[in-house]
Nanobody, 127 residues
Framework: QVQLVESGGEVVQPGGSLRLSCVCS????????IGWFRQAPGKEREEVAA???????FYANSVKGRFTVTKDELTKTVNLYMSALKPEDPAIYYC?????????????????????WGQGTQVTVSS
């Protein structure tokens, strides 16, 4: 059974750092790319970052230089390291598995290209 479970969301101060984790089961990370998305209240879900089967990473301009995505194939965990958090970063953060028909470098920003999603983890930035 395919499953993705996010954790790590919490309240953090502006400028602070946080690590989100996505534990995957039912498939291997050397076979599928994983993407991170976020959705704030009243806004559409937007792409944040992704990592493909080769370990190549992709980032939205809004987080480039502040967020880093890594993966550990042994533990089937994809981590999103977030730093210099800003007031516009709070949202529910989701990890998702890219569909097998898609290449991460061309499709990672498309929510419709993903075939399995986690339940999300809440990130709040507040002083």
């Amino acid at each position: 059974q395919v499953q993705l479970v996010e954790s790590g969301g919490e309240v953090v101060q502006p400028g602070g750092s946080l690590r989100l984790s996505c534990v995957c089961s039912g498939f291997t990370l050397n076979a599928r790319a994983i993407g991170w998305f976020r959705q704030a209240p009243g806004k559409e879900r937007e792409e944040v970052a992704a990592i493909n089967v080769l370990g190549n990473t992709f980032y939205a301009n809004s987080v480039k230089g502040r967020f880093t995505v890594t993966k550990d194939e042994l533990t089937k965990t994809v981590n999103l390291y977030m730093s210099a958090l800003k007031p516009e970063d709070p949202a529910i953060y989701y990890c998702a598995r890219l569909g097998h028909r898609y290449l991460a470098q061309t499709a990672w920003t498309r929510p419709d290209a993903y075939d399995a999603w986690g339940q999300g983890t809440q990130v709040t930035v507040s002083s």
